[in-house]
């Protein structure tokens, strides 16, 4: 309302240079929002058949996770990303459905428009060759948005519907156990470094020679990647068999041999540092206090 009122001032009451000063005005609008943190907003899933994408786009607030343009954009870039590819760069380039704008520009509308800074923060896509690309939303807000998206890939000739029904149940142990390598070969080297300094340390603290401080180690390492392999972890629907056996049974189910390839998970805001605000003082200076 502000900003409407102000642009009339500028132009002497003309309803139409008004709308024009608007929309000049849009690009400055959005640049000087660009500093303030946004960690709130939504992942976006879209996932059919051997393809999947998720992204995720910051604003400033809750609110306009629950704004109807807002969700509109989510799913479109999300739908965009699943068609023309997940990279970042490329994806803000692409062209916005129906509107002869490019998803970055589209972005920089909704911020003038709603009055929030907002990002198009990241993007990842999970494929197949053979088998199907298995979605899940926590917390969704509508159907395919919320606040932590999963891909889960399985590569498998069998019967497709059987497939989607155990991608689905994996996606979901994926959104709540938060594993962070698919195999033990695949956890990041630098994390595991740290693991293993850790390890020895408190090993050491017992007093015991080097050479049963090293099995120690080992033992303990076990334990670590059944925390944070995603193959290796207790399967959280029944509590008792570890994912990978869980994948190897699932052939005699489909059909046909069943290989977990790739998981995404996605949650709303993780790595952001967040404002800490003092509400009561927020409103205080807003009224003048």
């Given at each position: 309302?502000?900003?409407?009122?102000?642009?009339?001032?500028?132009?002497?009451?003309?309803?139409?240079?008004?709308?024009?000063?608007?929309?000049?005005?849009?690009?400055?609008?959005?640049?000087?929002?660009?500093?303030?943190?946004?960690?709130?907003?939504?992942?976006?899933?879209?996932?059919?058949?051997?393809?999947?994408?998720?992204?995720?786009?910051?604003?400033?607030?809750?609110?306009?996770?629950?704004?109807?343009?807002?969700?509109?954009?989510?799913?479109?870039?999300?739908?965009?990303?699943?068609?023309?590819?997940?990279?970042?760069?490329?994806?803000?380039?692409?062209?916005?459905?129906?509107?002869?704008?490019?998803?970055?520009?589209?972005?920089?509308?909704?911020?003038?428009?709603?009055?929030?800074?907002?990002?198009?923060?990241?993007?990842?896509?999970?494929?197949?060759?053979?088998?199907?690309?298995?979605?899940?939303?926590?917390?969704?807000?509508?159907?395919?948005?919320?606040?932590i998206g999963v891909l889960v890939?399985?590569?498998?000739?069998?019967?497709?519907?059987?497939?989607?029904?155990?991608?689905?149940?994996?996606?979901?142990?994926?959104?709540?156990?938060?594993?962070?390598?698919?195999?033990?070969?695949?956890?990041?080297?630098?994390?595991?470094?740290?693991?293993?300094?850790?390890?020895?340390?408190?090993?050491?603290?017992?007093?015991?020679?080097?050479?049963?401080?090293?099995?120690?180690?080992?033992?303990?390492?076990?334990?670590?990647?059944?925390?944070?392999?995603?193959?290796?972890?207790?399967?959280?629907?029944?509590?008792?068999?570890?994912?990978?056996?869980?994948?190897?049974?699932?052939?005699?189910?489909?059909?046909?041999?069943?290989?977990?390839?790739?998981?995404?998970?996605?949650?709303?805001?993780?790595?952001?540092?967040r404002e800490q605000k003092d509400?009561?003082?927020?409103?205080?200076?807003?009224?003048?206090?």
């Open positions: 309302m502000m900003d409407c009122k102000k642009a009339l001032n500028e132009t002497a009451g003309d309803l139409e240079q008004a709308v024009d000063w608007l929309r000049k005005k849009g690009l400055a609008a959005a640049a000087k929002k660009s500093g303030r943190v946004a960690a709130e907003g939504l992942v976006g899933v879209a996932a059919e058949g051997t393809h999947g994408a998720v992204v995720e786009v910051n604003a400033e607030t809750d609110f306009v996770a629950r704004n109807e343009q807002f969700q509109d954009f989510v799913r479109k870039v999300t739908a965009i990303a699943a068609a023309k590819g997940a990279d970042i760069a490329a994806l803000a380039q692409q062209a916005y459905p129906g509107e002869g704008k490019s998803v970055a520009e589209k972005l920089t509308q909704l911020i003038a428009t709603i009055g929030e800074n907002m990002n198009l923060r990241r993007a990842a896509e999970v494929k197949v060759g053979q088998g199907i690309v298995a979605s899940y939303v926590h917390n969704a807000t509508v159907p395919g948005l919320g606040k890939g399985l590569e498998s000739t069998g019967d497709k519907e059987k497939l989607t029904a155990l991608g689905k149940q994996l996606a979901m142990h994926v959104a709540a156990a938060n594993p962070q390598a698919l195999t033990i070969a695949e956890v990041d080297p630098k994390q595991l470094e740290r693991e293993r300094s850790i390890l020895a340390e408190q090993a050491r603290a017992s007093g015991k020679p080097e050479e049963i401080i090293a099995k120690m180690v080992e033992g303990r390492l076990r334990k670590y990647y059944e925390d944070v392999v995603l193959l290796e972890q207790l399967y959280v629907v029944d509590g008792e068999s570890r994912v990978k056996q869980i994948v190897e049974q699932a052939a005699k189910t489909v059909g046909a041999p069943v290989k977990l390839v790739g998981f995404v998970r996605m949650a709303l805001g993780e790595g952001i540092e509400f009561a003082a927020e409103v205080a200076a807003q009224l003048g206090h």
